[in-house]
């Protein structure tokens, strides 16, 4: 079995975001990161779901591949965050994945709840941009160098 | 966030590992590890059924101050008398401590194994490199994401004024 890790297997990153201007920092960060990494963004919670559960625009394999790891928004358009987590986490051919909550919030309740959800770690955006990027930084470096995937 | 009781308690690590070299490296890279200015405090047991003694307050570890509640746990896979899986099966099934982050760290990078951890709520899954300077880039990655930078509902306040200083 493939792991990522150490030896730079690209890893595919499921980017659910609905703010422009946080994905862009983003998707900037994984694009500069050293490896090859692929970097898939869906901007609402409905969208998250049909990627990983391939339906619709997202049935083609090759196109939408099963990612390594779930970057997750909470307040997302449509299907709430927590939800989508709540149905990545409930799923066994889903719920391996890491799923990292990217959030503004800092709320302890939101915190309590998505580890009560088996999210894998809980970040908050921070407001300030110089440090957003070292944020990216440690979570390119921590998720994708060091932590092992299941593929 | 006003969850500060006093810049001075310790940040404390759960190490659960039975092989005395590997825990060594562990204890002497958070030894001098700081945390917004709060020491670390490495608590480490060497065997499955220590740990969960430990994490539910049984036998030598009832008392909250000699044995406080950790902000993250080290958990090895093949240890003895209780297995690292069934620690972790029990931990994430508690509601008390399902909130607790696990990172299995073991030198197993059996495909299997990952799978299994994850599917029992593994927070991460690392593997322990042979390579000593490795490992120690390792104790710092770990040490730099779980305790600056990822958020949990015990200790939120401290990494907010951790942020706010960077700021």
């Excluded at chain 1, 987590?85 to 051919?93: G, M, P, Q």
């Excluded at chain 2, 993250?72 to 508690?94: I, M, N, S």
């Amino acid at each position: 079995m493939k792991t990522t890790g150490m030896k730079g297997e690209p890893a595919v990153i499921l980017l659910v975001e609905d703010d422009p201007a946080h994905a862009e920092i983003v998707r900037r960060n994984f694009v500069n990161f050293r490896m090859a990494n692929k970097l898939m963004h869906v901007s609402d919670g409905q969208q998250a779901l049909d990627y990983l559960f391939r339906r619709g625009e997202f049935q083609d394999p090759d196109k939408s591949p099963q990612p390594n790891l779930v970057l997750l928004d909470l307040r997302l358009p449509k299907v709430d965050g927590m939800e989508v987590l709540t149905t990545i986490k409930a799923d066994a051919s889903l719920a391996h994945i890491p799923v990292v909550v990217l959030t503004t919030s800092a709320a302890e309740v939101d915190m309590a709840k998505a580890y009560g959800n088996h999210a894998n770690s809980y970040l908050v955006k921070p407001v300030d941009f110089p440090q957003f990027l070292k944020l990216m930084d440690a979570l390119g470096y921590y998720w994708l160098v060091w932590n092992q995937f299941p593929y | 966030m006003n969850a500060t009781p006093s810049e001075v308690e310790p940040v404390i690590i759960l190490l659960v590992e039975d092989e005395p070299a590997h825990a060594e490296i562990v204890r002497r890279n958070f030894a001098g590890f700081q945390m917004a200015n709060r020491p670390v405090q490495l608590m480490h047991v060497v065997d499955g059924q220590q740990a969960l003694d430990y994490l539910f307050r049984q036998g030598k570890f009832q008392d909250p101050d000699r044995s406080p509640r950790p902000h993250l746990v080290l958990l090895d896979l093949r240890l003895p008398k209780v297995d690292g899986l069934e620690v972790l099966k029990t931990v994430k099934a508690d509601a008390g401590l399902a909130n607790i982050p696990v990172i299995v760290l073991t030198t197993s990078a059996a495909g299997v194994d990952i799978v299994k951890a994850y599917g029992c709520h593994a927070n991460s899954y690392l593997v322990k490199p042979v390579d000593l300077p490795q490992f120690r880039k390792l104790m710092d990655a770990i040490g730099f994401y779980w305790l600056v930078w990822n958020q949990h509902p015990d200790r939120c306040g401290q990494a907010g004024a951790f942020l706010k200083k960077q700021a």
